[in-house]
């Protein structure tokens, strides 16, 4: 099983400032199949991004997405209010599908 | 526009089965994947597996090992997730979502459920 490491824990900025959260793969992993998710409490997750870098329907360009193989990134770029919440990253290798254990964004 | 309804919330007893359902309301599955995922409270997402509706092909994942039946009926736009041997560690939101991409089990879940509370309790 590939096991989906999230890093930091919790990050806590200002508005305006830039979100850079990392997910690292215990082993490589196909671009296609890694995706990010935002969960607010009470609420589904929400697709942020899939296929490593393509925004999925009504998301803002604030949030982009990059990496390859182990090291993957999401990046927002000026951090808004409502972008606060829980972020996971998934990915699915071998018809199994594991996601990380999530990167706590809040803001000051 | 397509959504996922689960259905309610249930308290059930340890040992015991549950099956959840997720159904399509407004529209179809067509030849999108529903995936079952799992939070427990206060813990991250685990995925259980999934069903292509239109094919019948289901994966399971490797966690559950004989403990989990995904099904579907066409006819009513229904997937159904039935869980056995119940333990107080299985409490937890279950929620259906559909894959991005058709008939991928893969690409990521853009249509999710409203999630449906189990509590395993005596």
């Known amino acids: 099983e590939v096991v989906l490491t999230q890093s930091p824990g919790t990050l806590s900025l200002s508005p305006g400032e830039r979100a850079t959260l990392s997910c690292r793969a215990s082993?490589?992993?196909?671009?296609?199949?890694l995706a990010w998710y935002q969960q607010k409490p009470g609420q589904a997750p929400r697709l942020l991004i899939y296929?490593?870098?393509t925004r999925a329907s009504g998301i803002p360009d604030r949030f982009s997405g990059s990496g390859s193989r182990t090291d993957f990134t999401l990046t927002i770029s000026r951090l808004e209010p409502e972008d606060v919440g829980v972020f996971y990253c998934?990915?699915?290798?071998?018809?199994?599908?594991?996601f990380g254990q999530g990167t706590k964004v809040e803001i000051k | 526009q397509v959504q996922l309804v689960q259905s309610g919330a249930v308290v059930v007893m340890p040992g015991s089965s549950v099956k959840v359902s997720c159904k399509a309301s407004?529209?179809?599955?067509?030849?999108?994947?529903i995936n079952w995922v799992r939070q427990a409270p206060g813990q991250g997402l685990e995925w259980m597996g999934g069903?292509?509706?239109?094919?019948?092909?289901?994966k399971y994942s490797q966690n559950f090992p004989g403990r989990v039946t995904i099904s579907s009926d066409e006819s009513t736009n229904t997937v159904y997730m039935e869980m056995t041997n119940l333990s107080p560690g299985d409490t937890a939101v279950y929620y259906c979502?559909?894959?991005?991409?058709?008939?991928?089990?893969?690409?990521?879940?853009?249509?999710w459920g409203q999630g449906s509370l189990v509590t395993v309790s005596s």
């Open positions: 979502a559909r894959d991005v991409r058709l008939y991928s089990f893969c690409y990521g879940f853009d249509l």
């Open positions: 407004g529209g179809s599955f067509n030849n999108n994947v």
């Open positions: 069903i292509l509706p239109v094919h019948g092909v289901i």
């Open positions: 082993q490589s992993i196909s671009s296609d199949y």
């Open positions: 296929g490593t870098s």
């Open positions: 998934q990915q699915c290798s071998s018809s199994q599908v594991t």
